[in-house]
C-alpha cells in the first residue's frame, strides 16, 4: 500500500510540475529553469549545501547555530560562505521577480534553489561513491 501511495505521489508531483512548467513557459516565453536569475540561485543553491554541511558539527539548537553562523560567531569561512549564498539567492529571486511577477518570480526561485541544492546532494553521493570504489 505504501509502495502504491509512493507511486502515486511521485507521478502527482511530475504532473504538478509539468503543469507549473508550462504555464510559466508560456506566460513569459522561457522555461522556468532557466530564467534570468537561475545560474545566480544555482549557485547560491550550492553554496547553501557547503554551508550546511559546514555547520553540522556545530552543537545547540537549530536556531542558536543559525544565530552563531549568521552573525559572524562561527568559523569565518562558513559564516562568510552562509552570507555569499544569501545574496546570490537574494539577487536571483530579485532578477526573477523583475522578469516576472512577484508570485512566479519567487515560485522560480524556490523550484531552481531546490533542483540545484538538490543537483550538488546527488553529485556528493556520487563522487563519495567514486572514491570508495577506488579506495577498494
Same mark, same amino acid.
Given at each position: 500500500m505504501i509502495t502504491l501511495i509512493s507511486i502515486?505521489?511521485?507521478?502527482?508531483?511530475?504532473?504538478?510540475?509539468?503543469i507549473v512548467h508550462s504555464t510559466y513557459q508560456a506566460r513569459f516565453e522561457t522555461s522556468i529553469?532557466?530564467?534570468?536569475?537561475a545560474v545566480l540561485v544555482y549557485i547560491g543553491a550550492?553554496? /547553501?549545501? !557547503?554551508?550546511?554541511?559546514?555547520? =553540522?558539527?556545530?552543537?545547540?539548537l537549530p536556531i542558536?547555530?543559525?544565530?552563531? +553562523? &549568521?552573525t559572524f560567531q562561527a568559523e569565518d569561512w562558513i559564516s562568510g560562505l552562509a552570507?555569499? /549564498?544569501? !545574496?546570490?539567492?537574494?539577487?536571483? =529571486?530579485i532578477v526573477n521577480v523583475k522578469r516576472s511577477t512577484a508570485t512566479w518570480? +519567487? &515560485?522560480a526561485t524556490a523550484?531552481?534553489?531546490?533542483?540545484?541544492?538538490?543537483?550538488?546532494i546527488i553529485m556528493i553521493?556520487?563522487?563519495?561513491?567514486?572514491?570508495?570504489?577506488?579506495?577498494?
Open positions: 502515486v505521489g511521485f507521478l502527482l508531483l511530475v504532473a504538478i510540475c509539468a529553469l532557466q530564467t534570468g536569475g550550492a553554496t /547553501s549545501v !557547503a554551508v550546511v554541511w559546514g555547520m =553540522w558539527d556545530m552543537v545547540g542558536d547555530v543559525l544565530h552563531r +553562523t &549568521l552570507w555569499v /549564498s544569501l !545574496a546570490l539567492l537574494g539577487a536571483g =529571486w518570480g +519567487t &515560485l523550484v531552481q534553489a531546490l533542483i540545484g541544492a538538490t543537483f550538488v553521493f556520487i563522487l563519495a561513491i567514486f572514491l570508495n570504489k577506488k579506495k577498494k
